[in-house]
Structure formats: C-alpha cells, structure tokens
C-alpha cells in the first residue's frame, strides 16, 4: 500500500509574542528543524500511531470513536486532527500514522503545530485532495483550538509557509516576508514552559491592569512593524536593539524569568546587538542577534550562564512532501 512522507518545520517567534492573541501583528520563523509523518492507508476500521520518542507505541483507535474517551496528551493533536480530518473529507478505513522529529519537544519550537501540519497534508495527498494552503490552515488551527482552547495559529502559519512570516488576526494576514538571513543565536533554558498556563497568566494580569497590559501591546506592535522593516533590509543592529527594547515589554507582562533573563543578559555583555525570550516566556529558549565575528563568544557566554546553545538555521522550507513510496 502506498506511503505518503511528508514534513513541517519547527519555528521561533521574533517578535510579537501573547500581543497576537489580541489581534495584533507578530513575526514568526520557521527553523531548519523538521517533524516528519508517514502515513498509509491500513485497510482496518481503526488508526493506530506510532510515535516512538513521544512514548507511543502502536496507539490505536477506532475511526468512529476519534475524540471520544481519554485522549492521552501526546497524541492530542494527531488524533484531534485525524477527527477532524475525518468530519470533512471521511476515512473511509484506517490510517497508520508514524512521525519522527529532528528535535526536543522541551525547546518550545512548536512540534505539535509541525506535527499537525504535517499529517494534515499526508492525509489530504493520501487521498489525492488539493488543498490550498489557506485549507489546510484553517482545519490545522481549527484543531489547534480545539485541543488547548487557544492560541494564535502563528505556528501552523510557520510550519504551513516556512520563511519568515507576517502574522495576525487568527490568519486574516499571513504575509511571507522577504528576509535574506539572520544571524541568530539560540539559548534553551533547560526549563520546559507551558504556553497555555503562561497565556492564562497574562490574562489574568490583563484583567486586573486592562490599560496597562493594552498599552504594552500596542509598543509591542510597535517593534513589531520596525522591525519587519529592519528584517526586510538586513538591519542586524536595528534589529537587536528592538529585541532588547521588546524584551522589556515583555517582562512588564510578567512572562520573563530569572534563567531567560540570565542568558538574555550574558548574551548582551558577549557581544549580541540584542536579546529577548522568544514564545510564551518562563523557560523554552531565548534568541539574540549577533554579527558573524561575535557568534563564538556570544555561545560562549550563554553556555558559561548554563543555556544549552540550539544550532538552528532560519527561513526553512514550509510543509512539503518527502517521499512517496510503494
Ligand atoms: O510558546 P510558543 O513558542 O508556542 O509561543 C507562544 C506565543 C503566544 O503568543 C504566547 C501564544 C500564541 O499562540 O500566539
């Protein structure tokens, strides 16, 4: 039976971070990490997913009770999406799903929404269904939504487009920008962050402090569209300086911690032109740009403040097909 490969990459927020949940722009990059799905027809009446480094090991499910029962947490997304694949286009037998990942879920570089793009188009392309890419964001967030309750689509806008891409409204504007490159810098905290807990807090705090936490989103969309502009012209010192201004937003929103601040700031006294937290904030990894001469000693002094260094390339390839075979 025919197998269907396709892969998604992972992706680092830049700019724009919690203020996109609120309608405003943000600016995201897809990373030259991927997550690769398999995926062929069984001839049964039920899935059954193998996903060796998320601990499972030939999970399965009837078709017909997709979504129903206790849906273990790492194949929330997969089979969510099965379901709702299943609501519009009809399995009409099982699927045998495997995925495989180039990297750390623990990064926060966005395996779920990789994962779920990826299947999505192996799905569509099992059975033969043109899908745009606008098609395939809406059934993708729609999932995303249905499995955390929230979230921007940011990362399935990522791993859909690839590049670097201009982002907001829940997808109205999903624009591919036209970055060259960016010399980037990544630090992982060793510390796993959980986004919705995280997005929950600055609810909370938005609550309690509407004008405030409004106003630090609109200086956040502020960086946003200067740095667009400084992305699109290869502007590195411009481009750290934002980082370092959006990154005090950021912590007025409470969304900072003492490991990214402590990376964050030896990054800074290495030599980066700037640095600030990048996705939900309270571990995951930090970003900082640097000029090409100053990337050793920039590395150097994140590890030196206990960061893990991420060798990561950005502007990556969105969502595409690997293999096909028989
Ligand atoms: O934690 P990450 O890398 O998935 O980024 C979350 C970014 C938020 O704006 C906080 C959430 C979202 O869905 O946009």
Redesign the pocket.
């Known amino acids: 039976m025919e197998t269907i490969t396709t892969s998604a990459p992972g ?1 680092l ?1 830049l700019f724009g ?2 203020a ?2 609120y309608g405003h722009p ?1 600016i995201v990059a897809a990373v030259d990490q991927r997550i690769r799905v398999s995926t062929r027809f069984n001839g049964k009446d039920e899935v059954v997913i193998q996903a060796p480094q998320m601990g499972l090991d030939r999970y399965h499910k009837k078709i017909s009770d997709l979504g129903k029962q206790e849906v273990p947490k790492p194949v929330r997304f997969i089979e969510v999406l099965l379901k709702n694949f299943h609501g519009q286009f009809v399995l009409e037998q099982g699927v045998e799903v495997t995925t495989k990942s180039d990297f750390s879920a623990s990064y ?1 570089f ?1 395996s779920s929404a990789a994962v779920t793009v990826a299947l999505a188009s192996g799905l569509s392309k099992l059975k033969n269904i043109e899908l745009t890419k606008r098609d395939l964001f809406k059934l993708c967030y729609k999932t995303v939504l249905d499995v955390q309750g ?6 399935i806008a990522a791993a859909i487009f690839g590049g670097v891409v201009y982002f907001f409204g829940g997808g109205e504007v999903i624009e591919e920008l036209n970055v060259s490159s960016l010399p980037l810098v990544v630090g992982y905290t060793g510390i796993k ?1 959980d ?1 919705p807990t ?2 929950r807090q600055v609810a909370e705090f938005r609550r309690k402090n509407v004008e405030l936490v409004d106003n630090i989103f609109k200086y956040i969309e502020d960086m946003v569209k200067r740095a667009r502009i400084a992305l699109e012209t290869s502007n590195w010192k411009r481009i750290g300086m934002l980082m370092t201004k959006d990154q005090m937003l950021l912590s007025q929103l409470g969304i900072s911690s003492e490991e990214l601040e402590r990376l964050i700031e030896a990054a800074i006294e290495g030599g980066a032109y700037g640095a600030k937290l ?3 904030g309270g571990g ?1 990894c930090m970003i900082a740009v640097v000029d090409e001469s100053k990337r050793g000693s920039v590395e150097q002094a994140i590890q030196e403040a206990k960061g893990e260094v991420v060798k990561v390339g950005l502007g990556a390839e969105g969502v595409r097909l690997e293999l096909k075979d028989y």
Do not use: Q, W
């Open positions: 992706k927020m971070e919690h996109v949940i943000c926060g966005g929230l979230g921007s689509g940011f990362d962050a986004t995280l997005v990048s996705g939900a995951d």
